[in-house]
């Protein structure tokens, strides 16, 4: 393992959840689930900024 680097467990009901997702999208079930946490972090950063525009603006939330 890389420095900085670290290790998720996930257990087996999960991740045979996450299974058929994976084989439809073409990857292991952990690049899948890496894809995941790396898509929740983008959109988390997208709603940070709206906020932080509104906040600055006093306009309100955008609908």
Not at 7 to 24: S, V, Y
Not at 28 to 52: G, M, N, Y
Request: hydrophobic content about 50%.
């Amino acid at each position: 393992m890389a420095d900085g680097d670290i290790t998720l467990t996930i257990d087996a009901a999960l991740a045979e959840r996450l299974k058929p997702r994976a084989e439809a999208a073409g990857q292991s079930i952990e690049e899948f689930a890496i894809h995941l946490l790396e898509e929740d972090a983008t959109v988390w950063t997208e709603v940070d900024a709206i906020c932080d525009a509104v906040m600055a603006e006093n306009t309100g939330i955008p609908l």
